[in-house]
């Protein structure tokens, strides 16, 4: 055995070595695994050159049918493959077939994911392709579910997890990951998964998902991108009680041996990886969120999706809108449902954006926007109690204790729901809010489509055709009266993708809210006549590819004017720079 696997490591032929009898019966195993007893140790052995049997199970590599015949001569694959080489396209043709036989969406997710594991190339491919029917498949709604059931449906392990476990140790963890150059880092902690909350260490679908879509929409390359779920436990009950929970068992840590964590983590990436990594917060708590932004904004290149990337795709929706509700963005009145990281940070950018075009300070522009959380309208009256990110809202006004008095007194023009919590605009709160507009405004930001605060059938009906309205997580087109009303996706997976590539290709330092509101303008620019046409606020993600190609390029060029970036000289044409940085899923040739 050991003058085998000495073989091996001197990389001898070892195929000559015919099966023997042994002892203990059975057959000896030319790599020592079977004929172990179960207390004898066995080694790991793997092969570091991928071709024949383990390049058709390197997902990066792989090709599947379509390896052609040379390919099959050089890298020792024949015999490996049924005879038919086929091409890329009829391999998309058959998986989307495939897919959609699934009738249940956590089956076609569980599907998506196995094909990322097993042929990157062809997983990008078909989620570029078919984008609008894939991405409800690989992120919001199925992805919630997903998370919520990831330790059943947990077969192979995506992304890198850094548990309490780690704790000294971080650097040593990131440094199992196989790749060296990242770019784009999406770290959570899965306290606030979506709208469905703590989901610990099951949270890891997110990374996985947000950095999917880098790729497929932002044609950031799959291997710079590096998925991480921090682990300091969980306080959900239930995941703690569930045999097939995969996280740590144990009650969330706090304070200190939080903090100390993320630091030595935050440490670790910029150490490993560099002063240019863009590190996305992604789904954390808000009582953690708002923190790490700020602590680590001015040392780090951080982004928290939920704040600004949120609020850059909400602004571009309401920009965009005001060509079919009238006025300019000063002259509107908003009300959110939910103050949390996705309502304050949307407010706090159309006040900076209104204070930019009116000139007006920034506390005075804030005075059209209000917010009610889940103890009623945010006034003076309840500042000393409001968590930090509330106080600026906090406006001189009578309480108001529920959102349907809340819109009868402050008359908003648009509405938006960043509550986390489904069903919350009622059949009399759109009422109201369509009783004061002749066209509102209603945006339903939460996520997945079960914490929606309406649905778009809820929202033209209750309307009387009349709102123009956009959701986090998409409605199919609604029929009302003879005609049919198509609604936007108000979802961050419009800028991130497209902000983090002009991060990327600038070089950039650091985030500046100044590049949020440049995204959010090329966003808004997108929205073509023909889209307007049909009511939508958002051009179609099937166009998503030049969409992000436009965003990266507005970034790039601010980061540049802010003195951001380090990618010298600038290129002339931003755009043209981007799409050539973007990745294609298209097969390679193999020498
Ligand atoms: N479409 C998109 O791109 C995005 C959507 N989202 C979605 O937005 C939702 C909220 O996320 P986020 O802001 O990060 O969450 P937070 O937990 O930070 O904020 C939630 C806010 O909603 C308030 N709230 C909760 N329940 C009620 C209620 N019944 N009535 C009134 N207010 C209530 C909370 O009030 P209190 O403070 O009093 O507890 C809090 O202010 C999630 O569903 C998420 O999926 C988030 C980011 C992007
Ligand atoms: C879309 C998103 O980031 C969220 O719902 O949290
Ligand atoms: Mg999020």
Redesign the pocket.
């Known amino acids: 055995m050991e003058s085998t696997l000495k073989a091996l490591r001197d990389g001898e032929s070892v195929l000559d070595l015919s099966p023997r009898s042994i002892v203990s019966g059975g057959v000896e195993d030319v790599y020592g695994e079977d004929c172990a007893t179960e207390d004898q140790l066995v080694t790991p052995w793997n092969f570091s050159v991928a071709s024949g049997y383990s390049l058709l199970r390197d997902p990066q590599y792989n090709k599947g049918l379509a390896f052609t015949e040379k390919e099959r001569d050089a890298h020792y694959l024949r015999g490996l493959l049924p005879p038919t080489v086929t091409s890329q396209t009829l391999q998309e043709k058959q998986w989307i077939n495939n897919i959609r036989q699934y009738q249940v969406p956590l089956q076609k997710y569980m599907a998506m994911m196995e094909l990322q594991e097993t042929n990157e190339r062809l997983f990008y491919k078909l989620l570029v392709e078919n984008v609008e029917e894939l991405l409800p498949v690989v992120y919001t709604p199925t992805v919630g579910e997903a998370c919520q059931k990831y330790g059943s449906i947990f077969k192979r392990p995506q992304g890198l997890y850094i548990s309490l476990k780690e704790k000294g140790k971080v650097l040593e963890v990131l440094k199992n990951w196989p790749e060296r150059s990242i770019q784009v880092i999406v770290v959570t902690d899965g306290e ?1 998964i ?2 469905l909350g703590d989901l610990g260490c099951q949270g890891m679908g997110i990374p996985v998902g947000k950095l999917a879509l880098y790729t497929a929409l932002g044609g950031v390359r799959p291997s710079a991108c590096l998925p991480i779920t921090i682990d300091v436990g969980t306080n959900n009950e239930k995941l703690l009680n569930d045999e097939f929970y995969i996280g740590l068992r144990q009650k969330r840590a706090t304070g200190q041996e939080y903090s100390e964590l993320l630091q030595e983590f935050m440490t670790a990436v910029k150490q490993n990886y560099g002063e240019k990594v863009l590190v996305q917060f992604e789904d954390f ?2 009582h953690n ?1 708002f923190e790490l932004l700020a602590k680590y904004g001015t040392t780090h290149l951080v982004f928290n ?2 704040i600004q ?2 609020a850059s ?1 909400v602004l571009a929706g309401v920009v965009a809108a005001l060509k079919l509700i009238g006025g300019n963005l000063c002259d509107h009145t908003f009300l959110f ?7 304050t940070g949307i407010a706090e950018l159309i006040a900076l954006e209104i204070s930019k075009q009116t000139k007006k300070p920034i506390e005075e522009t804030r005075k059209k926007i209000w917010l ?4 009623g309208l945010i006034v003076s009256s309840r500042k000393d109690s409001l ?1 930090h990110f ?1 106080k600026p809202w906090a406006h001189e006004h009578d309480p108001v204790d529920s ?1 349907l008095n809340a819109v009868k007194v402050i008359k908003p023009t648009v509405l938006i729901g ?4 489904g069903k ?1 605009f009622t059949k009399e709160v759109i009422e109201a809010v369509t009783s004061i507009n002749d066209k509102p405004l209603i945006m339903a ?3 997945p489509t079960s ?1 929606s605060e309406c649905t778009a059938e809820e929202a033209y009906h209750w309307s009387e055709g009349r709102a123009i309205f956009a959701s ?1 997580s998409p409605f199919d087109p609604v029929e009302y009266k003879g005609k049919v009303y198509y609604s936007g996706q ?4 419009y800028i991130f993708p497209g902000f983090g590539l002009g991060l990327v290709i600038s070089g950039a330092i650091r985030v500046h809210d100044d590049m949020l509101l440049a995204a959010s303008e090329a966003l808004a620019k997108q929205v073509s006549e023909e889209n307007y046409k049909k009511g939508l606020t958002y051009p179609p993600f099937s166009d998503i590819r030049k969409i992000s190609a436009n965003i990266a390029a507005d970034v790039a060029a601010k980061a540049y004017e802010l003195g951001l970036a380090t990618r010298l000289p600038r290129p002339q044409n931003l755009v043209k720079y981007a799409e050539s940085c973007m990745y294609s899923p298209v097969y390679r040739n193999y020498r």
């Not at 449902?337 to 309502?343: I, N, Q």
């Not at 009610?372 to 103890?375: E, P």
């Not at 960043?418 to 919590?421: A, L």
């Open positions: 606030r979506l709208g708590a808000n969120a999706d939920d990337g949120t795709v449902l939910g103050a949390g990281e996705a309502g009610v959380d889940s103890k968590q509330k959102l960043s509550s986390g919590v919350q930001l939460s996520n914490q986090g108000a979802n961050n997976a």
